[in-house]
C-alpha cells in the first residue's frame, strides 16, 4: 500500500511531504522511502498564518480562509508528490496546528487547519487528516505521534535509545526494555525563529546553520530566568507548544532579568535554552543512543552542544536508520495512514498518556468509492525503511 504522509509543523514554515510504499512480511513492516520534498508556503500566506497564531487575537473569518488557502495548498502539494512519485493509496494530512489548547497539564483540546476536502477533490484520492483529537479523547496528550514510528524503528537497540525531534517544539520518545514513554520537552526553534523573525535577522526567519547564535555569547542571567519555566518540571506525559513559548514569552522574559542582550546574544542564549532542555531530558531518560532529526539537527550549535553535554551518548541523525532527518515526520504520518487503514491503532499510549491505543483520523473519500484494505489482526513488531 502506497501511502502519502503531509505535515507542516510547529516551524510553519512549509509542507513536508513523503511517499511510503508498504507490506507487512511476517511481523516486520517493510517501507520503501520514495518521493520526498519540502514546499514553502508562499510568503503571504505564511504572514498571514503567523499573524493570526496565538497570543494573537484573531476572527472565524480569517480562521475559515486561512483553512482554505492552506488546504489549496497542501493539495498542490499533493498533486506535485503524486506526479513526480506517482498514484498513491491515500494521502494523510496532518495540516497545520493553530492551537493546543492545555490546562493543568492535560491536553483539552487541539486545532489543525487545512481543509482536507480540497486534497481529495485535487487528487482524487481519499484523504486521513484530522488525526491528534481521537488520542486527545482518550485521555492522551494527540502528541507526539512520531512515537509510533519511533517505538517500532528503535525497539531494538540494547541501552535504550532516545528519538528526538528538533523543530518549533522538541519532543523525545524513550524506548528501553520493551516501554516506551515520550513526551514535549520544550521549545527547539520556536523561541529562536520568533526573534529572528520578528527582528529581520534572516530573511528565511530562522538561524541557518546556526551562524548567528555562533556569533553570540550565551546570557547568564536571562538564561537562568528562561530555565525557571515551570513546564520543564511537570512529569510527562505533557505536551506543549507556541501557545506558551512565542515572542512575547522572550519578552517577558528579557523584562524578568533586566538585560538587554545583543540580537546575536539573544538568539545564543535561546539555543543554549534548547540545549540544556533537551540535555536534561536525556539524562534522565539514561539511554545509550539519539537518534535526531527535524530541523533543528541541521543547527551545528545545536548539535554540538548536544554532544558535548551528553558524553557517553552516542548522537546521530534518523538518516542513519533509513528516516531522512527532514523527512521523518512525514514518514511518520504515512505510517499512522498505513495502520488506520488497517484496523490498528496509530497511538503509543506510553507516548501521548492516552487510557489505550486508538485508531486515528477521519476520512475523506476521493473521486470513487471508499475502498480499505482487509483488515490486520496484529500489529507489526517492528519497522525496516529503505530507500
Given at each position: 500500500?502506497?501511502?502519502?504522509?503531509?505535515?507542516?509543523?510547529?516551524?510553519?514554515?512549509?509542507?513536508?511531504?513523503?511517499?511510503?510504499?508498504?507490506?507487512?512480511?511476517?511481523?516486520?513492516?517493510?517501507?520503501?522511502?520514495?518521493?520526498?520534498?519540502?514546499?514553502?508556503?508562499?510568503?503571504?500566506?505564511?504572514?498571514?498564518?503567523?499573524?493570526?497564531?496565538?497570543?494573537?487575537?484573531?476572527?472565524?473569518?480569517?480562521?475559515?480562509?486561512?483553512?482554505?488557502?492552506?488546504?489549496?495548498?497542501?493539495?498542490?502539494?499533493?498533486?506535485?508528490?503524486?506526479?513526480?512519485?506517482?498514484?498513491?493509496?491515500?494521502?494523510?494530512?496532518?495540516?497545520?496546528?493553530?492551537?493546543?489548547?492545555?490546562?493543568?497539564?492535560?491536553?483539552?483540546?487541539?486545532?489543525?487547519?487545512?481543509?482536507?476536502?480540497?486534497?481529495?477533490?485535487?487528487?482524487?484520492?481519499?484523504?486521513?487528516?484530522?488525526?491528534?483529537?481521537?488520542?486527545?479523547?482518550?485521555?492522551?496528550?494527540?502528541?507526539?505521534?512520531?512515537?509510533?514510528?519511533?517505538?517500532?524503528?528503535?525497539?531494538?537497540?540494547?541501552?535504550?535509545?532516545?528519538?528526538?525531534?528538533?523543530?518549533?517544539?522538541?519532543?523525545?520518545?524513550?524506548?528501553?526494555?520493551?516501554?516506551?514513554?515520550?513526551?514535549?520537552?520544550?521549545?527547539?526553534?520556536?523561541?529562536?525563529?520568533?526573534?529572528?523573525?520578528?527582528?529581520?535577522?534572516?530573511?528565511?526567519?530562522?538561524d541557518e546553520d546556526g551562524k548567528i547564535a555562533?556569533?553570540?555569547?550565551?546570557?547568564?542571567?536571562?538564561?537562568?530566568?528562561?530555565?525557571?519555566?515551570?513546564?520543564?518540571?511537570?512529569?510527562?506525559?505533557?505536551?506543549?507548544?507556541?501557545?506558551?513559548?512565542?515572542?512575547?514569552?522572550?519578552?517577558q522574559a528579557l523584562a524578568t532579568a533586566g538585560?538587554?542582550?545583543?540580537?546575536?546574544?539573544?538568539?545564543?542564549?535561546?539555543?543554549?535554552?534548547?540545549?540544556?532542555?533537551?540535555?536534561?531530558?536525556?539524562?534522565?531518560?539514561?539511554?545509550?543512543?539519539?537518534?535526531?532529526?527535524?530541523?533543528?539537527?541541521?543547527?551545528?550549535?545545536?548539535?554540538?552542544?548536544?554532544?558535548?553535554?551528553?558524553?557517553?551518548?552516542?548522537?546521530?541523525?534518523?538518516?542513519?536508520?533509513?528516516?531522512?532527518?527532514?523527512?521523518?515526520e512525514a514518514i511518520a504520518f504515512a505510517l499512522?495512514?498505513?495502520?488506520?487503514?488497517?484496523?490498528?491503532?496509530?497511538?503509543?499510549?506510553?507516548?501521548?498518556?492516552?487510557?489505550?491505543?486508538?485508531?486515528?483520523?477521519?476520512?475523506?473519500?476521493?473521486?470513487?468509492?471508499?475502498?480499505?484494505?482487509?483488515?490486520?489482526?496484529?500489529?507489526?513488531?517492528?519497522?525496516?525503511?529503505?530507500?
Amino acid at each position: 500500500m502506497k501511502v502519502l504522509g503531509m505535515i507542516s509543523g510547529t516551524s510553519h514554515d512549509g509542507i513536508d511531504v513523503a511517499v511510503v510504499d508498504f507490506e507487512l512480511v511476517g511481523s516486520t513492516l517493510e517501507g520503501r522511502v520514495g518521493h520526498t520534498a519540502s514546499t514553502p508556503y508562499p510568503d503571504a500566506l505564511r504572514s498571514r498564518l503567523i499573524a493570526a497564531l496565538p497570543p494573537a487575537p484573531t476572527t472565524l473569518a480569517e480562521v475559515c480562509e486561512l483553512d482554505t488557502l492552506i488546504g489549496q495548498t497542501f493539495a498542490e502539494a499533493a498533486a506535485a508528490a503524486i506526479t513526480a512519485g506517482g498514484p498513491v493509496d491515500l494521502v494523510v494530512s496532518h495540516g497545520q496546528t493553530v492551537y493546543h489548547w492545555v490546562e493543568g497539564a492535560h491536553a483539552l483540546g487541539t486545532l489543525q487547519i487545512g481543509q482536507p476536502a480540497w486534497i481529495a477533490e485535487r487528487t482524487g484520492t481519499p484523504v486521513l487528516s484530522d488525526v491528534r483529537i481521537r488520542d486527545i479523547t482518550a485521555g492522551g496528550h494527540g502528541a507526539p505521534l512520531v512515537s509510533v514510528l519511533d517505538g517500532l524503528l528503535l525497539g531494538g537497540r540494547e541501552g535504550g535509545a532516545g528519538a528526538l525531534n528538533l523543530g518549533g517544539i522538541s519532543n523525545m520518545t524513550v524506548v528501553r526494555d520493551g516501554e516506551l514513554y515520550a513526551y514535549d520537552l520544550g521549545p527547539a526553534n520556536a523561541l529562536i525563529d520568533a526573534v529572528v523573525t520578528s527582528r529581520g535577522l534572516h530573511p528565511r526567519g530562522f538561524d541557518e546553520d546556526g551562524k548567528i547564535a555562533a556569533s553570540g555569547r550565551v546570557d547568564a542571567r536571562l538564561l537562568e530566568v528562561l530555565l525557571e519555566e515551570p513546564y520543564y518540571r511537570l512529569a510527562p506525559p505533557k505536551s506543549t507548544g507556541k501557545e506558551l513559548f512565542h515572542l512575547a514569552y522572550v519578552e517577558q522574559a528579557l523584562a524578568t532579568a533586566g538585560v538587554r542582550p545583543s540580537d546575536a546574544d539573544l538568539v545564543a542564549t535561546l539555543t543554549e535554552l534548547t540545549v540544556r532542555t533537551v540535555g536534561d531530558g536525556v539524562r534522565a531518560a539514561g539511554v545509550a543512543a539519539l537518534v535526531v532529526s527535524g530541523g533543528g539537527c541541521r543547527n551545528p550549535v545545536i548539535m554540538d552542544g548536544l554532544r558535548g553535554a551528553l558524553p557517553g551518548v552516542e548522537v546521530g541523525p534518523s538518516d542513519d536508520l533509513g528516516a531522512p532527518a527532514d523527512d521523518k515526520e512525514a514518514i511518520a504520518f504515512a505510517l499512522i495512514g498505513w495502520l488506520s487503514a488497517h484496523g490498528l491503532p496509530g497511538t503509543a499510549p506510553g507516548g501521548t498518556g492516552a487510557r489505550g491505543p486508538r485508531i486515528l483520523g477521519t476520512l475523506t473519500p476521493g473521486s470513487g468509492p471508499l475502498a480499505l484494505p482487509a483488515p490486520v489482526a496484529e500489529p507489526p513488531r517492528s519497522l525496516v525503511l529503505s530507500r
